[in-house]
């Protein structure tokens, strides 16, 4: 099993930027397909970017592409998402997830088996 706390989230003004973390602790994180996802009040949770176990793959949502970037470090057990010219759309709380067993790019929060506790991102107009 493995535990997921994120962090770095916070109030940004427009067109600003922050990096979210993701540190995973328990069984094997290097082999865990691992996704960012968001939900804002009374809306669904929102699939934002996916990467594979080893890094070389990743996959963006049409609506932060060119702006946020996934990125792993299987050493320090961490995911990052960096997230620039922040837009007040991309208010939501941030999650992180991962999926031990996975194929494709998992844009489906029933995909993951393992969710961290979220982190609020607000971006002010």
């Known amino acids: 099993q493995v535990q997921l706390v994120e962090s770095g989230g916070g109030l940004v003004q427009t067109g600003g930027s922050l990096r979210l973390s993701c540190a995973a602790s328990g069984r094997t994180f290097s082999s865990y397909g691992m996704g960012w996802f968001r939900q804002a009040p009374g809306k669904e949770r929102e699939f934002v970017a996916s990467i594979s176990w080893t890094g070389s793959s990743t996959y963006y949502a049409d609506s932060v592409k060119g702006r946020f970037t996934i990125s792993r470090d299987n050493a320090k057990a961490t995911v990052y998402l960096q997230m620039n010219s922040l837009k007040p759309e991309d208010t939501a709380v941030y999650y992180c997830?991962?999926?031990?067993?996975?194929?494709?790019?998992?844009?489906?929060?029933?995909?993951?088996?393992?969710w961290g506790q979220g982190t609020q991102v607000t971006v002010s107009s």
């Open positions: 997830a991962g999926r031990p067993y996975y194929s494709g790019y998992g844009l489906s929060p029933h995909e993951y088996d393992y």
